[in-house]
């Protein structure tokens, strides 16, 4: 995949969750950090886009992963990649505890 049908998929799920903002997981994450020419080809290789809604309540990001997969999965997509939302419970965005915390 290119760095531009990312930065559209981006763009296509904060206009289809009303957020300015959302999260790339996966193996295509990395081109947010290093454009594709900068990469081996295989890096680049997935179809596939892994997005995470950002919220603090874990109901809204199921209620927004679940929107992002229904309203993109009716565009059709001339490059052929599989956009996926996924969640991660609030449970899962905790802190690593600092020295002397306990769990």
Known sequence: MRRDKLEHAIRAACQITSQLEVIIVGSQAILGTYPEDELPRLA???LEIDILPITDDNNDSIRLAHLIV???GEFPHSSNYTVSASTASTSQRQ??????ERD
Do not use: F
């Open 44 to 46: 680049t290789r997935s």
């Open 70 to 72: 229904g309203v993109a």
């Open 95 to 100: 802190h690593s505890p600092k020295a002397g």
